[in-house]
């Protein structure tokens, strides 16, 4: 198909900066441009570290946290305002919005008098993510009404999303993130920095966890989890890389100053390519309070790195024991099909963390972990499987099922 012909297609985010929702919308429209004409649109512009496909367009209306509720409104209706307009003049066959605020603004500005597909993603676990308040689940059927469909990233989103928040199950749809294997394994390839290779030349074993740091992402659990390694016989040069930047960078950094840990904490903020530190690494460990899929299993996969997850709600089990039931959760270590999977941690939902000072889950993490970096021949043995897991949540396979969503009528 010639470009002159390829239909307009809007991918619509907050930011190409933020955390996994964030990501999953530039891979998107990395993954459609090559069969429509993607227009990447972006309420804050600025700071764009995700490669992306198509033109980028930026609405230059960030968030505004800190401003009053009316001024805050008046930011939806500017927002609101331009996306109809967008809508209006290219016509898209589809607007994908992921994230709460983009999806409201993408149901608020309807179809402009267009056939189009209005399709809202939610990237998370609702009743986790969020106290189950009337208002929210005012929110929630209000987006599903007016969108084509509501696409949950794992089983039990969609299973908590309609059985405690009300939305039908007829508007609801699993979709489950995907990556690039094959740009990956290219970017993999890439040079390093030469403070990242002397932090590698300095230790022998290196745990690695990506993600935004915000606070349920959790990754001061990763300082304690590292000084409890270096104690073990063997084990004493482990360090620890951390890739991605947030509010919590103080809290992190504080954590690793406490414990004399700071020299063997490789945390270098946001990087435009991952991969190639961790494709250098030797576990991946994720120890969020909750998740919505944690495409940083996937991703660690594709690097031929194996994982150590907590079973939080949710994601993490269907990735690394797909033969289970979802919404199972261990209560100590778990060696899964594709990778090892501990107790999660105590989290009352909502956003309110819980500051416990000795939470059972600590334990059978740092089981876990340790299990996999003295056992070489379980190590390897997930080493083996990691391009098998990868293989399963690939562009080629999801891509598919875009594809038919928003050609659906």
């Known amino acids: 198909m010639s470009a002159a012909k390829k239909k307009n297609l809007i991918i619509l985010t907050q930011n190409g900066y933020g955390g996994g929702a964030e990501r999953m919308a530039a891979n998107m429209s990395l993954a459609l441009s090559s069969r429509y004409e993607v227009y990447y649109i972006l309420f804050d512009g600025e700071g764009v570290i995700y490669p992306y496909g198509g033109h980028l367009v930026d609405m230059k209306l960030k968030p505004e946290r800190e401003a009053s509720f009316i001024r805050r409104i008046f930011t939806v209706i500017k927002r609101t305002k331009k996306v109809y307009e967008y809508k209006r003049d290219l016509k898209p066959a589809a607007v994908i919005s992921h994230l709460d605020g983009p999806d409201l603004v993408n149901v608020l500005s309807g179809k402009a008098g267009n056939r189009m597909r209005c399709i809202s993603v939610y990237h998370s ?111 004493e040069d482990t360090g620890l890389v951390i890739l991605g930047d947030g509010p919590e960078r103080e809290r992190i950094v504080s954590e690793a100053e406490k414990l004399s840990l700071l020299s063997h904490v490789y945390a270098p903020g946001n990087v435009s390519n991952p991969f190639k530190y961790m494709a250098l690494c030797d576990l991946f460990v994720l120890c969020s309070d909750y998740e919505g899929l944690p495409m940083v299993l996937t991703e660690a996969a594709a690097c031929r790195l194996p994982s150590v997850s907590a079973d939080m709600p949710s994601g993490a089990r269907e990735i690394l024991a797909p033969d289970t039931d979802p919404e199972y959760k261990t209560d100590g270590v778990e060696y899964a099909r594709f990778g090892v999977l501990t107790r999660p941690f105590e989290y009352a939902g909502g956003e309110n963390f819980l500051e416990i000072k000795e939470d059972k889950a600590e334990e059978h993490l740092f ?43």
């Open 125 to 235: 676990m609702p009743s986790v993510n969020e106290k189950n308040t009337f208002a929210h689940r005012l929110f929630h059927r209000f987006i599903a009404a007016f969108s084509d469909r509501y696409v949950m990233v794992s089983k039990p989103a969609k299973k908590d999303m309609h059985e405690n928040f009300g939305v039908p199950l007829k508007k609801l749809s699993v979709i489950y993130n995907f990556s690039d294997t094959g740009k990956i394994k290219r970017l993999i390839k890439e040079d390093l920095p030469a403070d990242f290779r002397e932090f590698k030349k300095a230790h022998k074993k290196l745990i690695v966890s990506t993600g935004r740091m915000e606070r349920v992402k959790r990754q001061e659990r990763l300082i304690k989890l590292l000084g409890r390694i270096r104690n073990e016989k063997g084990l």
């Open 367 to 409: 089981s876990g972990v340790l299990r996999l970096l003295t056992d070489s021949e379980l190590y390897e043995s997930y080493r083996s499987k990691a391009p098998a897991l990868a293989a399963r949540f690939s562009e080629e396979r999801m891509l598919g099922i875009w594809l038919g969503l928003i050609r659906r009528r």
